[in-house]
């Protein structure tokens, strides 16, 4: 499945979780995000490289959005100054790592 922002996109971000895996010996970020029918999903950024959270938490819903795939990894902002493919540098709320997938559940 290829993520795309639109994953993101008019949903609620409920959760990020910033973490270090032992075993793979690398930083990740986890992100939930809700749909309106209360539809949950988790997202991992494997390898965070980078974060940026400046938030006032103003807006429930990812109004804006951008995923930017290139061949050294993935840059995700969920309150982008625009939604061009470009990193910018008055991106907010932003991640920077070397893939991201759904994250499955473990029992």
Do not use: H, W
């Amino acid at each position: 499945m290829e993520i795309t922002s639109l994953n993101f996109r008019d949903k609620s971000l409920v959760q990020v979780t910033i973490g270090y895996d032992l075993d793979g010996n690398q930083n990740y970020a986890v992100l939930s995000v809700v749909e309106s029918d209360g539809t949950q999903t988790k997202y991992r950024i494997v390898a965070l490289s980078e974060y940026s959270i400046y938030e006032d938490f103003g807006c429930l819903v990812i109004s804006q959005c951008k995923l930017i795939n290139k061949n050294d990894g993935i840059y995700l902002s969920l309150d982008p100054f625009n939604e061009l493919e470009s990193e910018e540098e008055k991106d907010n709320f932003f991640f920077r790592g070397k893939s991201i997938i759904v994250e499955q559940s473990k029992c």
